[in-house]
């Protein structure tokens, strides 16, 4: 049983791969801050946020979460786990639900790509909050 029910879900495909993303967004549609919540590693699914999900949206933020690649209901291709291919898959997830900038949390291996992204993009993020980096 969740604690909130996303008001969108669906699968964001990676165009440089083809791997299909599975995200959820939560909170209000026109919430005027979004805060993307990144996968930690392959090996952990989105739901690893369930208790911040909830406080983020009751409080006014767009939440974005989704399974990185080989995890949860994303695909799981045989290669394709750089810190680029990563990276990439943030982009298309923003790209799917039009996500033009967020506030970036990320914990363990998923700060890595928070940092790729933040220095690549940097147009895209509004802060960065790094948990525990590995």
Avoid: C
Wanted: no cysteine.
């Amino acid at each position: 049983m969740r604690a909130i029910e996303p008001y969108a879900a669906g699968f964001a495909t990676n165009p440089h791969d083809g791997v299909r993303l599975a995200y959820e967004v939560f909170g209000l549609p026109d919430a005027r801050r979004t805060i993307a919540l990144l996968p930690s590693w392959s090996i952990a699914p989105s739901r690893f946020w369930k208790m911040q999900v909830p406080y983020f949206a009751q409080h006014g933020f767009r939440v974005l979460t989704f399974d990185g690649r080989g995890s949860g209901k994303s695909d799981r291709p045989s290669t394709g786990y750089t810190t680029d291919d990563f990276t990439e898959d943030i982009l298309t997830v923003f790209d799917a639900v039009a996500v033009e900038r967020a506030a970036i949390v990320a914990i363990s291996s998923g700060a890595g790509w928070a940092l790729q992204l933040a220095a690549e993009h940097p147009e895209r993020v509004t802060h960065l909050v790094l948990i525990g980096p590995e």
